[in-house]
Each structure stands twice: as C-alpha cells, then as structure tokens.
C-alpha cells in the first residue's frame, strides 16, 4: 500500500463553476477525514466517515460542500459554485478507529495524511 | 480566539541546536495531543502523540505536556537541516475522536 492517495493534486478553476476531488485511503483503514489548510494556517476539520457513515460534520462545511464515501473505500468531496475564499489546500486522511487496535500509539487511531489537494479559484 | 494557538516563527537555528516548539490551548477538554511535521507541499506526518502530562521521548523528539497550565512543547535535540519543515500541534478530547484541531504550525529552519 502506498499511502493515502488524492487526486487531481491541483485544480485550477473559474469563480461560480463545480469542483470535485478523490481521495483513496490506505486499504484497511475504516476512517476518512478531509480537512481544509489555507496559507500560513494550520489543517481545519471538515468531515470524517467511518465506513459509509458520515459521523461528523464542521460548520466549515456549509452548503455547497458535499463529502461522500458510497462504499466505505474512497471518498469524494464536491464544492459548487466556487468562491475565491475556498482557494486552499483540501488535505485528506484515513485511520483505523481507536477501538482495541494496537499500533505504534497503542490504542490509537493515527491519521494518515495524503499530499493533498491545492485548489485555486480565480 | 483560536482554541490552539502556536507561536508562527519563523524560527532559525543552527545545525546541533536544541529546537523548543510551544503550544497553548484553551479548551480544557483536549486530552490527547499530537506532534506533526509537515514538509512544502506535502500533507502532515505526525511524529509525536501523548495523553498525560509529562514527557515522552523518541530518538530525538521530547514531547512535554503541561495539562494544569494548557501548554505543550516538543523539544528537538541535535537538530538537522532535514528537520527543516513547519510543525503542527494537534489536539483531540478523546483517543477515539475524528476531529483532531491544529496550531496554524511553527516554520523552522536548520541551517548546516
């Protein structure tokens, strides 16, 4: 397994016009978060998934944000009618749950991050 | 008022020296807390992660958590050019909680 993985890694688009992303997780893992990190700022949540379940949700994410994960695999993650303050960099991650798994944190559920998503809206 | 705040630098010290990265919460329900490294252009890698107050070391990393005062440092020994990154703390209210909240990161930069 190479990691999590995202695509594209940059997208350029007009003011007003549909943006999607992909992200694909490490394999086994049963969580995926997608998180929001603009210039000089640290990564701000927006959504996680376990499973297909979508657990939690920001208030970042407001209506014209949509995240799915129809299988419990990869992910998606939709903004329409771009504005020029979503200009970031869109960051997903995926983790194993916290529940009894062992690893190098104990019984800790690490994120993994991919390279993410740059997003410029002119 | 940002519930993790963290000092942005830039920070600038030579190769050897020993790095001390600070963040302060307000949110007292934090309990676990974490340590990144996120390289340009390239997505977060945690290096540290911690739960009570005390330190905790590995190889290099000493990681510091201060619960009482709302206040955690790492401290990096012997300092390389490759430690050149931003670092991110993180924190979460339980070990099981999705959403972690992030400092807006230290950029450090080690010169040889």
């Known amino acids: 397994d190479t990691g999590v993985s995202q695509d594209p890694r940059h997208k350029i688009t007009k003011r007003g016009q549909n943006v999607t992303f992909r992200c694909d997780p490490i394999?086994?893992?049963?969580?995926l978060y997608w998180y929001r990190q603009t210039l000089g700022q640290g990564p701000e949540f927006l959504t996680y998934f376990q499973n297909e379940a979508q657990l939690e949700k920001s208030r970042l994410l407001s209506d014209r944000f949509s995240a799915e994960r129809p299988k419990g695999s990869f992910s998606t993650l939709e903004i329409q009618r771009t504005e020029q303050g979503d200009s970031a960099m869109y960051l997903c991650a995926s983790s194993l749950d916290g529940s009894g798994r062992s690893g190098r944190w104990g019984n800790y559920n690490e994120q993994f991050f991919g390279p993410g998503t740059r997003l410029t809206v002119l | 008022q940002k519930e993790v705040e963290q000092d942005p630098g830039p920070l600038s010290v030579p190769e050897g020296a020993i790095v001390s990265l600070n963040c302060t919460y307000s949110n007292s329900a934090f309990q676990y807390f974490m340590w990144y490294r996120q390289y340009s252009r390239k997505g977060p890698e945690l290096l540290m992660y911690?739960?009570?107050?005390g330190n905790k070391e590995d190889g290099r990393f000493t990681a510091q958590v201060d619960k009482s005062s709302k206040y955690i440092s790492l401290f990096i020994r012997d300092s390389q050019p490759s430690d050149s990154a931003t670092y991110l703390c993180a924190m979460r209210k339980n070990t099981n909680a999705g959403k972690s909240t992030f400092g807006d990161g230290t950029t450090l930069t080690v010169k040889p």
């Open positions: 394999s086994e893992h049963n969580r």
């Open positions: 911690t739960y009570s107050s």
